[in-house]
């Protein structure tokens, strides 16, 4: 549930306001939400600071909290075409049509926020247009990555370009802040390009209903079931809004190509079951969304039988995992197989987050002064921080929740020094 706010000078730039699961804190505890957002109070009592909110892409855990907090903060929002669709749907839904300010911006374009010059970085994740950002001061320029990884052959999109961030050591980054998702994991995160390959794969050689499970905002996989549809004579359908509303947007915007056709869910029903290739939501047993009415029965598009194939093509987030395996097991009572991506011999999902060797890189190729690992549990933060080490970026700071950490250009001076041998950094 991202929510970071940087300030200088009086004002103050919130980057990404998003959601996340509401997980309980003991296995038995009783929730009364599914969902929740950063407590907004400190930036709220000072809105009239508040230069501007930026969104870095689209995915809900960075833009799903923006349309029930907006109220609190009342200025404009910056962000790319795509993700600006995404958000003007939702807006609607909670009667802000037309209200808020939403500013479009483009690769390489710099916007001046309040006393902040942002530039926007084209970088590749699994949802159309992600970018980071240099957000520049007169007390330094940060580096903030939001979520990305190096993905030469994305399904959707550019490849990762790393000319644009060697062209960084030359911009004196101060701090970069930056990705921890897959920092405990060594190497490379694969190719949304191998999980098409591999999807294929295994659906290609099915008699049956296939129903795949995964995330609605992860576009680079819509596209790519489409492909496996188009290839293996399969119909595509999708069964739940959040899904058909994503695919609109990507239409409107130009990402959906217009050779994957999509079927109406209500007609699946009538198709031979080999050619039934259905996209659902509810990868991560959230009790509401498609799959857990499929495994009850209950889905009003959709029956499936005995050995038909449930594919989870998403990982399993930290906290569901009970939620998950009780889905497979009603599932496996009704003799309906399923298959996530820990028991597949080829990629059914991809990670759209870096591994240790692309944060070595990126590290390298920036060489920021300080680092600071976001996005991810202590862990995590941790793994980040011994990565940029190894990297020989002089200073990391890992935080929790609500730190606030204060920037200088005293920094530098501190750099030449420890380079002189005459002072110890201290983590």
């Known amino acids: 549930m991202n929510m970071n706010l940087y300030g200088h000078d009086g004002q103050w730039l919130m980057v990404d306001c998003g959601v996340s699961f509401n997980e309980p804190l003991k296995p038995d505890d009783l929730l009364t939400s599914e969902i929740v957002c950063a407590d907004p109070t400190f930036i709220s009592e000072q809105k009239e600071r508040l230069a501007g909110i930026v969104i870095t892409h689209a995915h809900e855990d960075h833009v799903g909290a923006l349309p029930f907090l907006w109220r609190r903060f009342k200025c404009p929002v910056y962000t790319t075409a795509f993700t600006a669709e995404v958000l003007r749907r939702k807006l609607v839904q909670v009667g802000l049509t037309d209200q808020v300010p939403i500013i479009v911006v483009e690769e390489n374009e710099t916007k001046k926020i309040g006393v902040f010059n942002v530039k926007w970085l084209a970088l590749t994740h699994s949802v159309p247009e992600p970018f980071a950002m240099i957000i520049d001061t007169s007390a330094g320029r940060i580096f903030h990555t939001g979520d990305w990884k190096i993905d030469k052959a994305p399904i959707t999109g550019e490849g990762f370009s790393p000319q644009r961030f060697k062209a960084l050591a030359k911009e004196n980054i101060l701090a970069m802040v930056c990705d921890s998702t897959n920092a405990l994991k060594e190497g490379y995160s694969a190719s949304e390009s191998d999980c098409y390959q591999g999807l ?183 793994g980040n921080a011994n990565v940029a080490e190894q990297n020989h970026v002089p200073c990391q700071l890992v935080g929790r929740n609500g730190d606030l950490y204060q920037f200088s250009p005293q920094i530098r001076i501190l750099r030449q020094q420890v380079k002189a041998g005459r002072i110890a950094l201290l983590r």
């Open 200 to 382: 294929l794969s295994t659906i290609a050689v099915e008699k049956n209903r296939v129903v795949v499970g995964c995330f609605s905002s992860n576009v680079a996989r819509l596209i790519a079931l489409g492909r496996v549809a188009k290839e293996s004579g399969r119909y595509l359908a999708l069964i739940g809004r959040s899904l058909i509303n994503m695919v609109s947007a990507a239409r409107a915007t130009g990402h959906w190509p217009d050779d994957l056709p999509l079927i109406d869910a209500a007609h699946l029903g009538y198709l031979p079951r080999e050619e039934v290739l259905a996209v659902v939501t509810g990868s991560q047993g959230e009790p509401r969304a498609t799959l857990n009415r499929l495994a009850a029965d209950n889905c009003f598009d959709l029956s499936l039988e005995a050995d038909d194939l449930v594919i989870f093509s998403a990982m399993r987030i930290p906290g569901n995992e009970l939620a998950i395996d009780r889905l497979v097991t009603q599932f496996r009572g009704r003799k309906i197989r399923t298959l996530q991506s820990h028991e597949s011999d080829v990629s059914i999902h991809v990670s759209g987050h870096p591994c240790r060797g692309e944060l070595g890189d990126l590290y390298q190729w920036t060489q920021p002064e300080i680092a600071v690992p976001v996005h991810g549990e202590p862990k995590h933060l941790d």
